[in-house]
Structure formats: structure tokens, C-alpha cells
């Protein structure tokens, strides 16, 4: 689990990244997937997500999802959803007890939050979210209920890391484009992406000041789901809210 430094203010914004354990899935999912578009049992997935609300305190709709597309799609969300956000890779609010969640198992959960304004989002921000911009509007859209860059800061949960991600040189140059330093060389000496670290570039061009990366690897650590090493598996969340 990795969570947030304690806010300054009133407002507190808290963060939490799961992990495959403790669960009720089996396997290829086993234990604690969050994902409901894999192919696993839906009532598994029901009961893993239910767990999560009761232990936050919070009612199943208002921990908040996404029906993830890898685009650019950013919702502000005002009150509790009786389902999935559709279509979307960023979720934003204002609200007090609304957990907005963000779905990986290779790509960067980003966890966003303004300690000052009480403003938080989850990213979703894979290779082409991030090549299309999903950060810049993800900001922008915190903007727009009062955030400034100068107060936000973020937290990168695990991810495939540059090690492990081998893409063709093509697609590292379309990135690279975006986030010069998410391109690297693998172990392997082929061309890679490190997408944390392309995130981190354009949050802090952004004027962010303080940008934490859960360092784990999902491709390295078997605590985590790996779409990119076991192809079927689970999924893993993001998780942001203010207290």
C-alpha cells in the first residue's frame, strides 16, 4: 500500500494502491482482482470491489470507476454513479467521500491531489494515453475546479518498468515525442518505454512539485497483476479521496 504525506490543511487527501492479495478470484485472477472486463467471475469481482468500500467506510457507489479506453476521456464527478464512467482515463473531484479509482495491471495509475484546494484525480495514463495527452487534460480539468500545479502533487503507482517494456523503436519515438525521457533501452538492449518516467516529465513541466513513484515493477513482482507477463490476469487499483 502507498499513501499520500499528511496534508497541511483541513483537507486530506488520501491514496491507496492494492495489490493482487487477499481476494476472492481464482485463478488466472487470484486474489483481489478489481477488474470487471477480464473474464472473471462477475460476483468475484463484485465482492472484491464491495471489500474495498466496506473498508474505506464509504457505500459501493461512491467508490467510483472507469470504463477505460486508453484516451484522453476526463469526468468530473459530483456524486455517487450506479456504474462505470464510460469511456474515460481521468476522473476529478471536489466532493468529500467520493474514492475515485483508477484500473492497471502494466500501465501508470497516477494518483493526483491539491492538499490546498482539496481537488484529486486518478489517471489512467498507458503508452497512448500519454502519447494523446490524458495528463494535460487530467490538469486542466483540475484547474477548472480551482487546482494549481504549485499545490498538487502525485503519486505513480506500479507499473512495467523501462526493463521490461520492450516496444518497437516506431512507437518509443512516438512517446518519446511527448515525454523525451520515456524512452530508454531494455535489459535485453532493445528499444523500451519507462512510462513512469514520461509521466513524471510532463507533470513536472506542468509546474508539479513533488512526484512519488511506487518503484515496483508489475512485470517483476508477483504481488502484482501483469496483463504483459501472463496475458489473462487481474487487475490492480489506484485509489484517491479527500478525508
Do not use: K
Not at 476526463?74 to 456524486?79: D, F, L
Amino acid at each position: 500500500m502507498s499513501t499520500n504525506p499528511a496534508a497541511p490543511s483541513a483537507v486530506r487527501p488520501r491514496r491507496v494502491v492494492t495489490d493482487r492479495r487477499g481476494g476472492r478470484s481464482r485463478s488466472p485472477y487470484d486474489s483481489f482482482n478489481l477488474g470487471d472486463h477480464v473474464g472473471d467471475d462477475p460476483a468475484d469481482v463484485a465482492a472484491n470491489r464491495a471489500r474495498v468500500a466496506r473498508e474505506l467506510g464509504v457505500a459501493d457507489d461512491r467508490l467510483i470507476w472507469m470504463d477505460q479506453v486508453h484516451g484522453t476521456g476526463v469526468a468530473v464527478v459530483e456524486g455517487p454513479q450506479d456504474g462505470p464512467v464510460p469511456a474515460t482515463d481521468a476522473l476529478v473531484t471536489a466532493n468529500r467521500g467520493l474514492v475515485l479509482a483508477v484500473l492497471a495491471a502494466d500501465c501508470v495509475p497516477v494518483l493526483l491531489a491539491d492538499h490546498d484546494t482539496g481537488v484529486v484525480a486518478a489517471v489512467h495514463a498507458g503508452r497512448e494515453g500519454v502519447r494523446a495527452g490524458v495528463l494535460p487534460a487530467a490538469l486542466s480539468a483540475m484547474a477548472g475546479l480551482g487546482a494549481r500545479a504549485r499545490h498538487v502533487t502525485a503519486l505513480l503507482g506500479p507499473a512495467v518498468c523501462g526493463a521490461c517494456y520492450e516496444v518497437p523503436a516506431a512507437m518509443q519515438a512516438e512517446v518519446a515525442r511527448v515525454a523525451p525521457d520515456a524512452a530508454v533501452t531494455t535489459r535485453a538492449g532493445t528499444p523500451g518505454l519507462d512510462l513512469r518516467a514520461g509521466v513524471e516529465q510532463i507533470l513536472r513541466r506542468a509546474g508539479i512539485p513533488e512526484v512519488v513513484q511506487d518503484a515496483r515493477c508489475t512485470v517483476e513482482d508477483r504481488t502484482l497483476f501483469s496483463h504483459r507477463r501472463d496475458g489473462v490476469t487481474g487487475r490492480q487499483a489506484g485509489l484517491v479521496w479527500l478525508d
